[in-house]
T-cell receptor, first 112, second 112 residues
Framework: IAGITQAPTSQILAAGRRMTLRCTQDMRHNAMYWYRQDLGLGLRLIHY???????GKGEVPDGYSVSRANTDDFPLTLASAVPSQTSVYFC???????????FGPGTRLTVL | DQQVKQNSPSLSVQEGRISILNCDYTNSMFDYFLWYKKYPAEGPTFLIS?????DKNEDGRFTVFLNKSAKHLSLHIVPSQPGDSAVYFCAASLNRDDKIIFGKGTRLHILP
């Protein structure tokens, strides 16, 4: 059982480019989340999805978009990357918002 | 405005002794609290949780204490082991159906 997989593991991106971070879970969890982790700031919620077909904004949604076409996949898209989006991005899932979250291994993104 | 605060960025504890990680929160409506543990280059993993109707929850070497009047919770690890060296995130939610808000984390070093 893989749990949650994220791709790519790391990426260096030129500012202004479009980038999609992939997240797939095989636990059939209803809820999925995207966080960014920055030094000294902890984990901040970007977007979330309570169930397939629905999404919501978290604490820092600007510059990011998500989609939830099915239960397993929850891609995060940066339409036009900026250096301030340099961060480590974690995808997570849970059976519902009422349950503990399981995290993926993260994607380290550098925007130059 | 930071709703979940971990004021100690780092903590060093001798192996075999007790590690105490502290967390304060500002929103008295928080109803559910969690601790996550994170190793370098890995995603956070759920450690232990507590509901606001309790003041203590224990799981093996890990115990979480909740003081609602002081809006304070702490994680005790007894005895501390080398594998406990990690970053610990405190988190809270308004109820088990709501999004989780994370603190900035405390890096725990277990000294040999």
């Amino acid at each position: 059982i893989a749990g949650i997989t994220q791709a790519p593991t790391s990426q260096i991106l030129a500012a202004g480019r479009r980038m999609t971070l992939r997240c797939t879970q095989d636990m059939r969890h209803n809820a999925m989340y995207w966080y960014r982790q920055d030094l000294g700031l902890g984990l901040r919620l970007i977007h979330y999805s309570n169930t397939a077909g629905t999404t919501g904004k978290g604490e820092v949604p600007d510059g990011y978009s998500v989609s939830r076409a099915n239960t397993d996949d929850f891609p995060l898209t940066l339409a036009s990357a900026v250096p301030s989006q340099t961060s480590v991005y974690f995808c997570a899932s849970s059976e519902g918002q009422m349950y503990e979250q399981f995290f993926g291994p993260g994607t380290r993104l550098t925007v130059l | 405005d930071q709703q979940v605060k971990q004021n100690s960025p780092s903590l060093s504890v001798q192996e075999g002794r007790i590690s105490i990680l502290n967390c304060d929160y500002t929103n008295s409506m928080f109803d559910y609290f969690l601790w996550y543990k994170k190793y370098p280059a890995e995603g956070p993993t759920f450690l232990i949780s507590i509901s606001s109707i309790k003041d203590k929850n224990e799981d093996g070497r890990f115990t979480v204490f909740l003081n609602k009047s002081a809006k304070h919770l702490s994680l005790h690890i007894v005895p501390s082991q080398p594998g406990d060296s990690a970053v610990y995130f405190c988190a809270a939610s308004l109820n088990r159906d709501d999004k989780i808000i994370f603190g900035k984390g405390t890096r725990l070093h277990i000294l040999p």
